[in-house]
T-cell receptor
Framework: NAGVTQTPKFQVLKTGQSMTLQCAQD?????MSWYRQDPGMGLRLIHY???????DQGEVPNGYNVSRSTTEDFPLRLLSAAPSQTSVYFC????????????FGPGTRLLVL | GENVEQHPSTLSVQEGDSAVIKCTYS??????FPWYKQELGKRPQLIID?????GEKKDQRIAVTLNKTAKHFSLHITETQPEDSAVYFC??????????FGPGTRLSVLP
């Protein structure tokens, strides 16, 4: 049971480039989410999904797209990277019941030059 | 929507002393309150959680208390050790809603 996995661990992009951050979980969790964490700050929700084919925006969705074609995978796409998107990105998942624990992936550290 | 405040933002204690971090929330319907520990460069890891039908929960040196009337919950770490040094995040959750996190507390345990 690998839990929540993320790739890559670290990425450098130039302004304007696009890329996809991968997230997968093998716990059959319905709920998956993406957060960004900036230095010295908390976790801000970017997008989330409550099941395959269903996605919605969080607190800071601009510049990011998501899709959920399977229960296991929830990729995050940066359409045109900007220096303001330099951050650490965490994927998380949980069951969709009441009072369910959320588990985090190891994170992707992104630097946009 | 839900708002979670967390205090203090930084906390330094001597090894062996106790540490207390307090969070307040605004949505009275919230019913699940986890605490996460994040070491430098690592992912947030769940260390303890409490559900709304419980007032206190303890796991070895860590305890969490919940006051639903006042809408606050606290993390208590006793006999602190250097390895307790990390950033701690509280969160609140209500069924059908997203998790809302506090801004974090940086705990330093001085040897």
């Amino acid at each position: 049971n690998a839990g929540v996995t993320q790739t890559p661990k670290f990425q450098v992009l130039k302004t304007g480039q696009s890329m996809t951050l991968q997230c997968a979980q093998d716990m059959n969790h319905e709920y998956m989410s993406w957060y960004r964490q900036d230095p010295g700050m908390g976790l801000r929700l970017i997008h989330y999904s409550v099941g395959a084919g269903i996605t919605d925006q969080g607190e800071v969705p601009n510049g990011y797209n998501v899709s959920r074609s399977t229960t296991e995978d929830f990729p995050l796409r940066l359409l045109s990277a900007a220096p303001s998107q330099t951050s650490v990105y965490f994927c998380a998942s949980s069951y969709l019941g009441n009072q369910e624990t959320q588990y985090f992936g190891p994170g992707t550290r992104l630097l946009v030059l | 929507g839900e708002n979670v405040e967390q205090h203090p933002s930084t906390l330094s204690v001597q090894e062996g002393d106790s540490a207390v971090i307090k969070c307040t929330y605004s949505d009275s319907a919230s019913n699940y309150f986890p605490w996460y520990k994040q070491e430098l460069g690592k992912r947030p890891q769940l260390i303890i959680d409490i559900r709304s039908n419980v007032g206190e929960k303890k796991d070895q040196r860590i305890a969490v208390t919940l006051n639903k009337t006042a809408k606050h919950f606290s993390l208590h770490i006793t006999e602190t050790q250097p390895e307790d040094s990390a950033v701690y995040f509280c969160a609140s959750h209500n069924y059908g809603q997203n998790f809302v996190f506090g801004p974090g507390t940086r705990l330093s345990v001085l040897p």
